[in-house]
């Protein structure tokens, strides 16, 4: 019997999270967490306020970073660096589908 | 189920040392990681490593593989008797194994999840997330679609006995999500423990390209070819879109490359403007001409000044 017909929300664009939200949907724990922020490797919306809230390309982010950090077995600090060269990666490759994009077949 | 030899497969000793196991994984996983990888079975490869890993990086679980003995790689094997009421892997009974793999009786160690009764246990525990790569067409990312899944997934009861059960799940994706977009089910990924709230899917989504459209975000791209007379002269051409045909008035003296843009007539969602669709001008010619057609292009270019070439010039100051 299949359950009823749920939504699937987006994830990349609106929503916001509490770091202890962001934890539970990412399997990182929230120390973890904190030093990423400090590395700048995550972003929260408002750096200075006392309970950060992050948006939810954070949690894209954040599930990378625990896939990342299991498969490669590697430190907090080398995790940060690692996280900014995907980010590039993921700029080119944007970029690379809007050029083909405008080529003609 | 059939046994893997988790040590020849990270090619160290059975006595390795933690450090040793450790740096056999990290070489391989460098190797392997389809990220990072360029060899052939990268994936394969990787998960085969990474599951020797997950069990012999954790005393525990090494210390219960040890226990199965040593096997030929692919022989099928059955856990000793005494093994899951040993290891806390669950109740044991015989028939519980055969559809299991053997990557399956050590996921469910760790956590206090296993070791039986003694678990300590009546806090409840959210179920864990699961991840589904979900490829989906043009037109069900355009428009919205509603999708029956059902994978395998390993769910674990109350002693931690582990079972393969189907997991149907029917979603509705939202319309005007794009390839590479990840969508999140709440609620529909693994059951929880003792009444723990369960856990959530997270959808992948792979876009199948489309013949005609190309996208790049919300916005759609398509060629428009004309003819040389069309360009020069304007004219309006039916151009199909993702929501039916429309007319579009070609203005004259149209250039090759130009992009003609038909506003919101892009990849539309529910909480963002939609983007726009952009004729992409291509000016085609005709492969063979008449001998009719070739006197009009001869008496054309005679009668015309227009000098395509202007731009390059002779070479040196004018």
């Known amino acids: ?105 | 189920m059939k046994y893997k030899d988790y040590y020849a497969i990270l090619g160290i000793a059975r006595s390795a040392s933690a450090d040793e196991v450790k740096a056999a994984y990290r070489k391989l996983a460098r190797k392997y990681h389809p990220d990072v990888s360029k060899e052939k079975d990268a994936e394969a490869r990787f998960k085969e490593v990474a599951e020797a890993w997950s069990t012999l990086k954790d005393a525990d679980k090494r210390a219960a593989y040890d226990q199965l003995g040593r096997h030929a790689e692919g022989e099928d094997i059955r856990p000793p008797p005494d093994w899951s009421r040993h290891f806390g892997a669950g109740d044991g009974a015989a028939a519980g194994f055969d559809d299991l793999d053997l990557s399956d009786l050590f996921a469910a160690f760790g956590g206090g999840a296993a070791r039986g009764g003694r678990a300590a246990g009546h806090t409840p525990r959210k179920g864990s997330d699961y991840e589904a790569a979900v490829e989906i067409s043009f037109d069900q990312a355009f428009h919205g679609a509603e999708l029956e899944l059902d994978f395998g997934v390993l769910e674990y009861d109350e002693e931690g006995t582990a079972r393969r059960v189907p997991h149907p799940v029917r979603v509705r994706i939202p319309r005007g999500v794009t390839d590479g977009q990840t969508l999140r089910v709440p609620g529909r990924g693994g059951k929880g423990l003792r009444s723990g709230a369960p856990g959530d899917l997270y959808l992948d989504l792979r876009v199948r390209a489309h013949p005609r459209f190309r996208a790049d975000g919300q916005d759609l791209y398509i060629d428009l070819p004309l003819a040389p007379w069309e360009a020069v002269l304007g004219t309006s051409v039916e151009l199909p879109t993702p929501a039916g045909k429309v007319m579009l008035k070609v203005p004259a003296g149209t250039r090759a490359g130009q992009r003609l843009r038909l506003a919101g007539r892009g990849i539309a969602r529910a909480d963002a403007a939609a983007g726009d669709l952009y004729a992409s001008v291509q000016i085609v010619v005709p492969t063979h001409a008449s001998e009719r057609e070739r006197e009009l292009w001869r008496e054309l270019a005679g009668g015309s000044g227009f000098d395509p070439r202007a731009d390059l010039g002779q070479g040196g100051n004018s």
Do not use: K, N
């Open chain 1, 1 to 105: 019997m299949t359950p009823e017909t749920v939504d699937a929300l987006w994830l990349d664009q609106s929503g916001v999270y509490s770091l202890a939200e962001l934890a539970a949907m990412s399997g990182l724990a929230e120390d973890l967490l904190r030093e990423l922020v400090g590395y700048g490797a995550l972003a929260p919306v408002e750096s200075a306020a006392p309970a950060w809230t992050f948006g939810a390309s954070c949690v894209v982010v954040a599930r990378r970073a625990q896939r990342l950090r299991v498969d490669f077995d590697i430190d907090t600090h080398a995790l940060a660096v690692l996280l900014g060269f995907v980010e590039r990666i993921d700029a080119l490759e944007a970029e690379l589908r809007a050029l083909r994009a405008r080529l003609p077949r």
